[in-house]
């Protein structure tokens, strides 16, 4: 992580009085799933999923009326009915979110060339010198979020701060249609009453394993010394030790362009079975294919990686003509990779599967179409 | 083993018979053109474990005997050979070599035995009694070798790698699908072909069979799992795909349902298509079709390459006006795959796949999926 890179030397640059950077986090409010309510009138004030509703379908998106019911996104289409059965399911219609989409990134090109997309729905914007000479960052924020909402019907929530770690935290404080500050003065004691589940970066291992060890909030978390987190978070440790005193010096990055989408996993106990690595395989096909759909990206390269136990890395990949259409295509492809491999001698400590030669361009599907077979 | 024959008599037999033969493999003997001399005749096989193919000629034999050859070596031996040059080849099992001689020129060739070579059982050996039917040449030839060109290479979806032959209704159908485009040639089913269990036979298979030119009369014996070639001296048997090729019939457009219909003259159109794509790259090939009554309008427009328009008069049209792209290849081969003078074009909108006949010949008929442009 950046902020790995020199914790010290920012705590003395924030302690030198550098140039407080003006940061703006803008998160549209339940994206896919309000602008199938902006289209659909009929669709308005009921619980609804963007997603496939079959057995292995996956919510995408889902309407603030259906996270009443405890509907999430990222949720097994089966769960969420079970969880409110009148919930609508509505096919996902990319084309119209990028096209969205690139409306709103025309809005913020407007204030600053400083914009860092982290999805279609969501992005970093630096206005510490914006293009317009307003003094004021929440006046900024404030501005694009009236031109959101008159330009496309949809209301997006904004979080200002002077880093992008904070500007996160609040974009979500006052969400929905919310605009939330976090000056220099009060961030180190907005992140100390946070719970530990908050902080960017950390999913639920990692909350699991901060509980392990009694850290519960950032007052806990910045009570730890830094070689503390360094031995137990690895990599990660300065950015939590940063980040628990409201420091974050990652830049803004505007042309930072993705070259692929992966998942890995390590494994507690080495897997030496096909079926056993199959399985692996399949959850973390799940999790780049989840990233793909909401990012609106796709690829024509599928790399399966292996770590052995005796740490000897290797890596399979294959390149398809065109796009891959389906997670079902990428799933099938990693099975075939792995199977390749086989008959394995050495155990199987993790596992990696990569998409790459990404539409970058963010034209999601290749533009030629595919017949229904 | 000791033979005379003719290098005319020989060299298109051993081109045949060494169609299989891979340009690299990893087993030796398969490299190897399998000889047998019995009974007066010669009878020549070669294999890449999928298909094989075997030859026959009648030779002045001095001593029977089997062994195998460096195929491409032998093929290119003779095709280097003086016209009407008698050959005769000696084999000495012993010392594992043959001779070749003809006029003054002497090749020695090593050898491996034949008992090496991989047997492939003929379809219905040892199991199901085959289905059995004929066909006149050029009819088999129309049958595979004008949907061949839809073939997927595709090694994910291998199950398309390859033309379905069955039965639909009273006729044969052959069907290609690459996902994006699809061909099918029917006929009237011969007798015999009434039970015939439907198959995949491999692109290989299929692009050999075209190769060697069928003539006369061709036998078919067909199982689910192998399917053999037969005509005059010369016999084709193949492995199918062991696989499930998918419900196609749904993916075609119904002629009668498309709101557009527009007759269009075949070769002016693929000229006019393959004009115009001067300009697109080899990447997209995107194309667009303006259709309307009296003429279509052929255009692509590549940002970095220029853009071309061409304008080609149509006979009928039925329908409002409908803009349309495609890879205009795909369009150039669908075309090329019709023999008639018109086509019939029938579309329903941009995003929907276009159905191409021939209002002459129902036997024949190409859908190809449109491309986003």
């Given at each position: 992580m950046d902020a790995a890179e020199s914790v010290e030397s920012a705590l003395d640059a924030a302690g030198r009085g550098e140039v407080v950077r003006k940061v703006i986090h803008i998160d549209m409010d339940a994206f896919y799933a309000s602008v199938e309510q902006r289209d659909n009138p009929e669709l308005r004030g009921k619980p609804l999923a963007v997603g496939g509703s079959r057995e292995r379908g996956v919510v995408a998106a889902a309407s603030y009326e259906a996270r009443r019911f405890g509907v999430r996104s990222a949720m097994p289409s089966v769960t969420a009915r079970r969880r409110c059965p009148q919930l609508i399911f509505v096919p996902p219609r990319f084309d119209v979110y990028r096209t969205v989409s690139r409306q709103i990134h025309a809005i913020f090109a407007e204030f600053t060339p400083v914009i860092e997309p982290l999805s279609l729905d969501e992005a970093y914007l630096d206005v510490t010198g914006n293009l317009k000479g307003i003094?004021?960052?929440?006046?900024?924020?404030?501005?694009?979020?009236?031109?959101?909402?008159?330009?496309?019907?949809?209301?997006?929530?904004?979080?200002?701060?002077?880093?992008?770690?904070?500007?996160?935290?609040?974009?979500?404080?006052?969400?929905?249609?919310?605009?939330?500050?976090?000056?220099?003065?009060?961030?180190?004691?907005?992140?100390?009453?946070?719970?530990?589940?908050?902080?960017?970066?950390?999913?639920?291992?990692?909350?699991?394993?901060?509980?392990?060890?009694?850290?519960?909030?950032?007052?806990?978390?910045?009570?730890?010394?830094?070689?503390?987190?360094?031995?137990?978070?690895?990599?990660?440790?300065?950015?939590?030790?940063?980040?628990?005193?409201?420091?974050?010096?990652?830049?803004?990055?505007?042309?930072?362009?993705?070259?692929?989408?992966?998942?890995?996993?390590?494994?507690?106990?080495?897997?030496?079975?096909?079926?056993?690595?199959?399985?692996?395989?399949?959850?973390?096909?799940?999790?780049?294919?989840?990233?793909?759909?909401?990012?609106?990206?796709?690829?024509?390269?599928?790399?399966?990686?292996?770590?052995?136990?005796?740490?000897?890395?290797?890596?399979?990949?294959?390149?398809?003509?065109?796009?891959?259409?389906?997670?079902?295509?990428?799933?099938?492809?990693?099975?075939a990779l792995l199977q390749a491999l086989f008959p394995i001698e050495k155990g199987v400590r993790l596992l990696g599967v990569t998409l790459s030669s990404l539409n970058t361009e963010g034209e999601a599907e290749s533009p030629q179409m595919r017949l229904a077979l | 083993m000791m033979f005379s024959t003719t290098r005319n008599a020989l060299l298109p037999l051993l081109a045949a018979a060494t169609a299989p033969i891979a340009s690299r493999t990893t087993i030796p003997v398969l490299a190897n053109v399998l000889v047998e001399a019995a009974d007066g005749r010669l009878r020549l096989a070669a294999t890449d474990l999928d298909q094989l193919v075997t030859v026959g000629l009648g030779v002045d034999m001095a001593q029977p005997g089997r062994a195998t050859l460096p195929g491409r070596m032998l093929h290119q031996i003779l095709a280097k050979l003086p016209d009407g040059a008698p050959v005769q080849i000696t084999h000495d099992a012993q010392a594992q070599r043959a001779r070749l001689t003809a006029g003054r020129a002497r090749f020695d060739l090593p050898t491996l035995p034949a008992a090496d070579f991989p047997a492939m059982k003929a379809p219905g050996e040892g199991g199901d009694e085959p289905s059995r039917f004929s066909l006149a040449a050029p009819q088999l030839v129309a049958l595979l070798g004008r949907p061949a060109f839809a073939m997927s290479r595709e090694e994910t979806r291998y199950y398309l790698n390859g033309v379905y032959l069955h039965r639909l209704g009273e006729r044969l159908a052959a069907v290609a699908t690459d996902g994006h485009r699809l061909a099918r040639a029917t006929l009237a089913a011969p007798a015999g072909a009434e039970r015939i269990d439907p198959v995949i036979l491999p692109r290989d298979t299929v692009?050999?069979?075209?190769?060697?030119?069928?003539?006369?009369?061709?036998?078919?014996?067909?199982?689910?799992?192998?399917?053999?070639?037969?005509?005059?001296?010369?016999t084709l048997m193949t492995k199918v795909i062991d696989g499930q090729f998918p419900d196609y019939e749904r993916v075609i457009p119904k002629a009668d349902q498309q709101s557009v219909t527009a007759r269009i003259e075949r070769k002016p159109l693929a000229t006019t298509l393959d004009r115009v794509m001067a300009v697109a790259t080899d990447r997209t090939r995107s194309v667009r079709l303006a259709l309307g009554p009296g003429a279509v309008t052929v255009s692509a427009t590549e940002p970095e390459h220029g853009s071309a328009e061409d304008t080609l008069d149509l006979a009928d049209y039925a329908g409002e006006p409908l803009t349309i792209g495609f890879n205009g290849r795909y369009l150039i081969d669908g075309l090329e795959a019709l023999a008639g003078d018109s086509v019939t074009f029938h579309g329903d909108s941009a995003g929907s796949p276009a159905l191409i006949t021939d209002p002459d010949d129902p036997d024949i008929l190409v859908v190809v999926m449109p491309m986003r442009v």
């Amino acid at each position: 992580m950046d902020a790995a890179e020199s914790v010290e030397s920012a705590l003395d640059a924030a302690g030198r009085g550098e140039v407080v950077r003006k940061v703006i986090h803008i998160d549209m409010d339940a994206f896919y799933a309000s602008v199938e309510q902006r289209d659909n009138p009929e669709l308005r004030g009921k619980p609804l999923a963007v997603g496939g509703s079959r057995e292995r379908g996956v919510v995408a998106a889902a309407s603030y009326e259906a996270r009443r019911f405890g509907v999430r996104s990222a949720m097994p289409s089966v769960t969420a009915r079970r969880r409110c059965p009148q919930l609508i399911f509505v096919p996902p219609r990319f084309d119209v979110y990028r096209t969205v989409s690139r409306q709103i990134h025309a809005i913020f090109a407007e204030f600053t060339p400083v914009i860092e997309p982290l999805s279609l729905d969501e992005a970093y914007l630096d206005v510490t010198g914006n293009l317009k000479g307003i003094p004021s960052a929440t006046r900024v924020a404030e501005e694009i979020r009236a031109r959101i909402r008159a330009e496309t019907g949809l209301t997006a929530s904004a979080g200002v701060s002077y880093n992008k770690f904070l500007a996160k935290l609040a974009s979500d404080h006052r969400k929905p249609d919310g605009l939330f500050v976090i000056t220099p003065r009060e961030g180190a004691a907005f992140v100390e009453g946070l719970a530990i589940e908050k902080f960017h970066g950390v999913g639920p291992a990692t909350a699991a394993r901060m509980k392990a060890l009694g850290i519960h909030t950032g007052r806990d978390l910045r009570e730890r010394p830094l070689d503390f987190l360094q031995q137990h978070f690895g990599k990660s440790g300065p950015y939590f030790y940063g980040v628990a005193r409201g420091i974050d010096h990652r830049p803004v990055r505007p042309d930072r362009i993705r070259k692929s989408i992966g998942a890995e996993d390590t494994f507690s106990v080495d897997l030496v079975t096909f079926e056993a690595m199959r399985a692996e395989t399949r959850l973390l096909v799940d999790k780049v294919w989840r990233h793909c759909e909401k990012s609106g990206l796709r690829g024509r390269t599928v790399t399966l990686k292996l770590r052995y136990a005796d740490f000897e890395t290797i890596t399979r990949s294959r390149t398809l003509p065109s796009m891959i259409a389906g997670r079902d295509e990428v799933d099938r492809i990693v099975e075939a990779l792995l199977q390749a491999l086989f008959p394995i001698e050495k155990g199987v400590r993790l596992l990696g599967v990569t998409l790459s030669s990404l539409n970058t361009e963010g034209e999601a599907e290749s533009p030629q179409m595919r017949l229904a077979l | 083993m000791m033979f005379s024959t003719t290098r005319n008599a020989l060299l298109p037999l051993l081109a045949a018979a060494t169609a299989p033969i891979a340009s690299r493999t990893t087993i030796p003997v398969l490299a190897n053109v399998l000889v047998e001399a019995a009974d007066g005749r010669l009878r020549l096989a070669a294999t890449d474990l999928d298909q094989l193919v075997t030859v026959g000629l009648g030779v002045d034999m001095a001593q029977p005997g089997r062994a195998t050859l460096p195929g491409r070596m032998l093929h290119q031996i003779l095709a280097k050979l003086p016209d009407g040059a008698p050959v005769q080849i000696t084999h000495d099992a012993q010392a594992q070599r043959a001779r070749l001689t003809a006029g003054r020129a002497r090749f020695d060739l090593p050898t491996l035995p034949a008992a090496d070579f991989p047997a492939m059982k003929a379809p219905g050996e040892g199991g199901d009694e085959p289905s059995r039917f004929s066909l006149a040449a050029p009819q088999l030839v129309a049958l595979l070798g004008r949907p061949a060109f839809a073939m997927s290479r595709e090694e994910t979806r291998y199950y398309l790698n390859g033309v379905y032959l069955h039965r639909l209704g009273e006729r044969l159908a052959a069907v290609a699908t690459d996902g994006h485009r699809l061909a099918r040639a029917t006929l009237a089913a011969p007798a015999g072909a009434e039970r015939i269990d439907p198959v995949i036979l491999p692109r290989d298979t299929v692009a050999n069979l075209l190769k060697l030119k069928p003539e006369g009369e061709v036998t078919i014996a067909a199982t689910p799992t192998r399917v053999s070639f037969s005509w005059g001296d010369i016999t084709l048997m193949t492995k199918v795909i062991d696989g499930q090729f998918p419900d196609y019939e749904r993916v075609i457009p119904k002629a009668d349902q498309q709101s557009v219909t527009a007759r269009i003259e075949r070769k002016p159109l693929a000229t006019t298509l393959d004009r115009v794509m001067a300009v697109a790259t080899d990447r997209t090939r995107s194309v667009r079709l303006a259709l309307g009554p009296g003429a279509v309008t052929v255009s692509a427009t590549e940002p970095e390459h220029g853009s071309a328009e061409d304008t080609l008069d149509l006979a009928d049209y039925a329908g409002e006006p409908l803009t349309i792209g495609f890879n205009g290849r795909y369009l150039i081969d669908g075309l090329e795959a019709l023999a008639g003078d018109s086509v019939t074009f029938h579309g329903d909108s941009a995003g929907s796949p276009a159905l191409i006949t021939d209002p002459d010949d129902p036997d024949i008929l190409v859908v190809v999926m449109p491309m986003r442009v």
